[in-house]
């Protein structure tokens, strides 16, 4: 009788133990910047950062300092690092909802999966792409990427001080930069939010002045933070800064710490882009002037009469001073955390969804497959694993962060909803935070890297693709043209060695692994239907009768018998 009592108790002794040892486990805290490239003190992007926060974090953890983006565009690299799936797996390369991917949405994102086993799980701002409110327990405040300036019409304009074209090219976000300061008595005022709505943005000098987004988002983490501290619960806080995203507007103090003609530009190799082949992806074209990287390093100079040191040097201000400003919330939030009792048991990571190009090979942008753009930040401070001050050369990918943080968490790895999902692609960092230099870490050789390129429908065979290895990048591009940099001789990937002859062998090697990774994905029939729906959707929204914002078969054979009455047409599925 005693054995099987004991016996009809296994059950709930198993059921209680997650909740018994939940107060025991580690909380998280992921900073998440947009856009923001090796612009910060010890990665050496520029040497004029002033990152002092951020450098306390690095000092205090372990920097990998050859991270990158799985894809150089915020949308799909967030899809992709929070759920811990490659764009190959998920098919969510572009801006199409993340969510409506069927991988995707079969598989738990990291805070839905933390939800799931007793977290307490809470994020504000620009953590996914303007969507995923409903995967976290609470939420703070929106994606706010103001400050815009506003003439009084209905679209917002580049910031007053910027000239054209490069304000007329590239409007309200990308075409604008500058500091935030009093436009009374001028015809423009300030205004915030996103393209949900927007609100006006007091601000008359640094003490009397509406907070920014991004201000908000640090105020409300760190009030969290102060009632989470005391709770013992476990959570996982997700804080998204918008910044340095255009548009590169922050308050005048920042900068003021870059005097304008001490802004040091990045090493630009003349003719750099001649041996280069993203701008051929553009069907029969040959013509830099098609990619929107050229498009705005060229409108950019031509706003300054020709003068391409001073407009690097405006932007680079405008960026620097952005980082700048982010440091300082970095440093708030920062503080809470160490003068409580979050310091000994919070796993900190700080990250950007991809980086930025300044200038090198005639680029400024982003979603290009060099090291500018690819290469983010990754800092990782795991109380009692993670090496103080360590820093690990081996090159990683965000689609790691997933399993590392499961793992140090003590969290199931198999993060599927049902068959449909998929396991996590990356690998767990803890080997590295241990032994940032010698640990065994059993990840792959390279980063991969996908670029995004707009299309209804993408089949990952036909993709572009970088593999960031130790000493080397090889970029294989959608039209078959490659690229190849020995980036230990040649950093800066100023000289394409893909067609000497000496490189064949590794040239081969590189492209088989590359094409051995990506899978051929061909249309289904079904899949055919939904994608021809998707596109009658897109071009005749007054179809969706219910107003529910999908488009059922019914719905769509409905308004195709309206716009034909006369009849003959065959229904479709």
């Known amino acids: 009788m005693r054995i099987l009592l004991c016996l009809l108790a296994l059950p709930l002794l198993f059921h209680l133990a ?50 990158h983006c799985n894809v150089p565009i915020c949308n799909p690299s967030r899809a992709s690092f929070l759920t811990g799936l490659y764009p190959h797996t998920s098919g969510c390369y572009g801006f199409d909802r993340w969510d409506g991917y069927e991988v995707l949405k079969n598989s738990r994102t990291v805070m839905a999966h933390f939800r799931h086993h007793g977290y307490h799980a809470l994020g504000t701002g620009k953590v996914m792409h303007n969507r995923g409110r409903d995967q976290w327990s609470e939420f703070g405040y929106l994606s706010d990427y103001g400050p815009f300036a506003n003439d009084g019409q209905k679209t917002d304009v580049a910031h007053p001080d910027i000239p054209s074209p490069f304000r007329d090219d590239f409007g309200a976000v990308d075409g604008s930069f500058g500091p935030l300061r009093d436009l009374e008595g001028t015809r423009f005022t300030w205004r915030t939010g996103n393209w949900a709505g927007k609100r006006e943005l007091k601000y008359r000098s640094e003490t009397d002045r509406d907070p920014t987004g991004d201000e908000l988002n640090t105020a409300w983490a760190v009030k969290k933070l102060g009632e989470l501290a005391d709770s013992g619960k476990p959570f996982l806080m997700g804080l998204g800064f918008i910044r340095p995203h255009t548009p590169l507007i922050v308050p005048q103090k ?12 990045p090493d630009i190799r003349p003719g750099d882009v001649e041996d280069t082949f993203k701008h051929t992806l553009a069907p029969g074209s040959d013509d830099r002037s098609d990619d929107r990287g050229h498009k705005m390093y060229s409108s950019l100079i031509r706003s300054f009469k020709g003068d391409r040191e001073l407009a690097l040097r405006k932007f680079i201000q405008a960026y620097l001073a952005s980082v700048a400003s982010v440091d300082d919330l970095v440093g708030e939030v920062l503080k809470v955390v160490e003068s409580s009792a979050l310091r000994e048991n919070t796993i900190i990571v700080f990250t950007s969804d991809h980086g930025w190009g300044m200038g090198e090979k005639d680029y400024l942008y982003k979603n290009s497959l060099w090291q500018e753009s690819t290469r983010v930040p990754l800092v990782i401070r795991a109380p009692g694993v993670s090496k103080a001050g360590g820093a690990c050369p081996l090159p990683v990918s965000l689609v790691d962060l997933y399993p590392t943080l499961l793992d140090l968490c003590g969290l199931p790895a198999d993060t599927r909803l049902n068959p449909k999902g998929r396991p996590l692609d990356g690998h767990s960092l803890k080997p590295l935070l241990r032994d940032p230099q010698e640990g065994t870490w059993d990840g792959p050789e390279a980063a991969l890297t996908a670029l995004y390129k707009w299309a209804d429908y993408y089949d990952p065979a036909g993709q572009s693709y970088s593999q960031r290895y130790r000493d080397w990048r090889y970029v294989r591009y959608a039209n078959g043209k490659e690229e190849l940099y020995h980036t230990a001789k040649d950093p800066h990937e100023w000289h394409n060695l893909a067609s000497k002859p000496e490189q064949a062998g590794r040239l081969q090697r590189y492209r088989k692994d590359l094409l051995g990774i990506i899978p051929s994905r061909p249309l289904s029939e079904e899949q055919k239907a939904t994608r021809w729906k998707i596109q009658y959707f897109k071009k005749n929204p007054s179809a969706d009768t219910n107003k529910d ?15 034909n009455p006369a009849g003959g047409q065959k229904k479709v599925k």
């Open 18 to 67: 997650p909740e018994a040892t939940a107060k025991d486990r580690p909380n998280v805290l992921l900073i998440v910047c947009d856009d923001l490239n090796d612009y910060i003190e010890t990665l050496g992007g520029h040497p004029q950062a002033r990152t002092p926060n951020i450098r306390r974090l690095i000092e205090s953890g372990v920097s990998f300092t050859q991270a």
């Open 254 to 265: 920042y900068f003021d710490l870059f005097p304008l003609d001490s802004i040091k530009l």
């Open 549 to 563: 914002g999908k488009l059922s078969w019914p719905e769509l054979n409905a308004h195709r018998g309206k716009k």
